[in-house]
Every structure is written in C-alpha cells, then in structure tokens.
Nanobody, 115 residues
C-alpha cells in the first residue's frame, strides 16, 4: 500500500514563499515519476511540477522560474519550493506518484496566497 503524506501548506502573502514536503511510504525510485498537482476551486487538477526516475524535471509554464521540485531518496521525500507566490497559486496541492499509468495521491495540503 503506497502512502503519500503532504505537509507545509498554509497562508502566505503574495511574494512570499512556502516549501511543501511529501513523504512516501516506499522507495521513491519504485515510481516512474513523482510530482505535485494542484486544484483550485471550480478548476481541474493540473500538473505543477514533476521529476522522473532519471531526474528530469518538468514544470507548468505558470510556475517556471518560481517553483523548484527536488527529492531526497535517502528519506523518500519530494519537495516543492515555492517562491514569489501569487494569489493565483491558491489551491490544494497534491503529491503524486506514478507507475506507468497508475497514480497514487496524497490527501492534499491547502496553500492560500493573499493579495
């Protein structure tokens, strides 16, 4: 049973920073990729950033240059450093781990950016 537990969300003013953490219950290299999605009220869930087993990172255009995804395989953690936050970044952020077409999700952590 794969479990993903997010932490680090909260309320921050525009221009501020937050760091999200995702703890996996298994070796993160068992997954093809791990990453972060977000879902704002009334919107579909969207990819924010991911990193594949080879270390290749991918970012949504809206967060390029502001967000950085990283991982620490020694402790089975994935992180999302979010800088220069904007009100439009407000959403529930979900950690994702994928093996081919199967996705595992965390419970989500709320990020709210005030203007």
């Amino acid at each position: 049973q794969v479990q993903l537990v997010e932490s680090g969300g909260g309320l921050v003013q525009a221009g501020g920073s937050l760091r999200l953490s995702c703890a996996a219950s298994t070796n993160i290299f068992e997954f093809n990729a791990m990453g972060w999605y977000r879902q704002a009220p009334g919107k579909e869930r969207e990819l924010v950033a991911n990193i594949n087993v080879g270390g290749v990172k991918r970012y949504a255009d809206s967060v390029k240059g502001r967000f950085t995804i990283s991982r620490d395989s020694a402790v089975n953690m994935v992180y999302l450093q979010m800088n220069t936050l904007k009100p439009e970044d407000t959403a529930v952020y979900y950690c994702d781990a994928s093996i081919h077409t199967r996705h595992y999700w965390g419970q989500g952590t709320q990020v709210t950016v005030s203007s």
